[in-house]
């Protein structure tokens, strides 16, 4: 079974290349969102299926971002 890491981030560019590297580097599978409710419906989706989560802090549609 592959490792799973979620990528939470709203720019694009910083997404992919976080993700390129991590999949490359150490050949992780990544799932991307872009804001908090793509974060939840993707959390629902996978039911604790992913190993480590990459947290943007300032995503415009979270409470304190």
Known sequence: MSKRV?????S???????SLMIK???GY????????KECAKILLEY???FD???LDL???DSTNG
Not at 12 to 18: D, E, F, G, Q, R
């Open 47 to 49: 039911k604790g299926k």
């Open 6 to 10: 979620l990528i939470v981030e709203d």
């Open 58 to 60: 300032g995503l415009p």
């Open 24 to 26: 490359e580097n150490l």
């Open 29 to 36: 599978k990544t799932v991307l969102a872009s804001s908090v």
């Open 52 to 54: 480590v989560a990459l």
């Open 12 to 18: 694009k560019s910083v997404a992919s290349t976080l």
